[in-house]
């Protein structure tokens, strides 16, 4: 594993900060499990800290199929603490009552599929810097807004090929996705992603899901932009190319007071 700068191992640090930052009065850590190769380090490393914890994975019905079937598999092991939260509406009408697709300034579906209530625990997150320009500016250990809770980012420093040596190293199961050349796993059609004519070949089941949402959203409107659901759907799906290709769809970005 990559020395610090003090000589000591990478993940030995990324321990110590789990240790030092552990609730005081025992309440267990809770692990922000997404399946992408950063949660399968946060949690390896957590269940070496010795320290009481409990992972939990929001269910994304957008999330790669593949993705979703190795989370469930994880969460068979019980070593693993891993919970699976499955949303309390669907996509479509939560579409239909905003009458607007989720667009990259405005990505109500992250704030309906992975945003949870936090109040008085702590949670571990797999968020590094070099993932983004508005990550490069987040602290190891962070209060949230408007709650009493805080994030720990015990790899905010480590880069992607710490990542890979550490799951190497470590023998650590991951999703066969990125073997395929996959880099960054998450929602099929992110609005952030401008990979679209791949996604909608790998992934047309969830293509037409998204379809389906872009036409309740047609139908919902009171006053229509597009004349036709068509070019309602063209539009969405013609990513503006100028924006940041860095700020990909978060978890827990935008959060902090």
């Known amino acids: 594993m990559q020395l610090t700068l003090d000589g000591r191992p990478l993940d030995t640090l990324s321990i110590e900060t789990l240790q030092m930052y552990a609730p005081k009065d025992g309440t267990p850590y809770r692990v922000a499990y997404s399946g992408g190769k950063d949660s399968c380090v946060i949690l390896d490393l957590v269940k070496r800290s010795g320290l009481p914890f409990y992972a939990v994975y929001r269910f994304v ?53 992975k945003e949870t209530t936090m109040n008085g625990e702590t949670v571990v997150t797999g968020i590094r ?59 099929v059609l992110c609005p952030m992603n401008r990979d679209v004519q791949r996604h909608m070949a790998r992934w047309p089941q969830i293509a037409r899901i998204w379809k389906a949402i872009n036409d309740a959203v047609w139908q919902t409107r009171q006053t229509r932009i597009f004349d036709t659901s068509e070019k309602q759907w063209a539009w969405w799906l013609n990513r503006d190319a100028s924006a940041d290709p860095d700020e990909s769809c978060p978890l827990f970005d935008g959060e902090l007071s």
């Open 61 to 113: 019905p957008i999330d790669p199929p593949e993705l979703r079937k190795f989370i469930f598999e994880q969460a068979k092991d019980q070593s693993n603490h891993l919970s699976i939260q499955m949303p309390s509406r669907s996509l479509i009408s939560e579409a239909r009552q905003r009458g607007i697709m989720p667009l990259r300034n405005k990505r109500w579906c992250c704030q309906m599929l």
């Open 129 to 187: 810097r070099v993932e983004s320009s508005k990550r490069s500016k987040r602290q190891m250990v962070e209060p949230c807004r408007n709650v009493d809770a805080w994030f720990v980012h015990p790899i905010l420093d480590w880069e992607h090929s710490h990542v890979w040596d550490y799951i190497r190293e470590r023998n650590l199961q991951y999703c066969h996705l990125y073997d395929e050349g996959w880099k960054r796993l998450g929602c």
